[in-house]
């Protein structure tokens, strides 16, 4: 099993910058990456960016490319999600989780969650 803690939402203006974390613990060797994931009030939880463990491999959703940097500490076994020039679209429940096997921007491929942690944008 492995477990993971999201933290660093919060309540920021248009524009502004955020940092997420998630920390991962347990059988933190049985995955080969992590991914950010968001779902938006009445909208299905979407990709956001995801990073592969052993090697700077990357991946953004378009909506985010240029804005959001994800980043990894593996002696952590910590995800990073820096977001700026935040938008209100941004606004929702962002969730890490770990990666397996498969695409990189479907959840199917990812297995344990953390809990997600909100991000809120006003405009």
């Known amino acids: 099993q492995v477990q993971l803690v999201e933290s660093g939402g919060g309540l920021v203006q248009a524009g502004e910058s955020l940092r997420l974390s998630c920390a991962a613990s347990?059988?933190?060797?049985?995955?080969?990456?992590m991914g950010w994931f968001r779902q938006a009030p009445g909208k299905e939880r979407e990709f956001v960016a995801s990073?592969?463990?052993?090697?700077?491999?990357?991946y953004y959703a378009d909506s985010v490319k240029g804005r959001f940097t994800i980043s990894k500490d593996n002696a952590k076994n910590t995800v990073y999600l820096q977001m700026n020039s935040l938008k209100s679209e941004d606004t929702a429940v962002y969730y890490c989780?770990?990666?397996?096997?498969?695409?990189?921007?479907?959840?199917?491929?990812?297995?344990?969650w953390g809990q997600g942690t909100q991000v809120t944008v006003s405009s």
């Open positions: 990073i592969s463990k052993n090697f700077q491999i990357t």
């Open positions: 347990g059988r933190t060797a049985s995955y080969y990456g």
């Open positions: 989780a770990t990666y397996t096997s498969g695409g990189w921007h479907q959840q199917g491929s990812y297995h344990y």
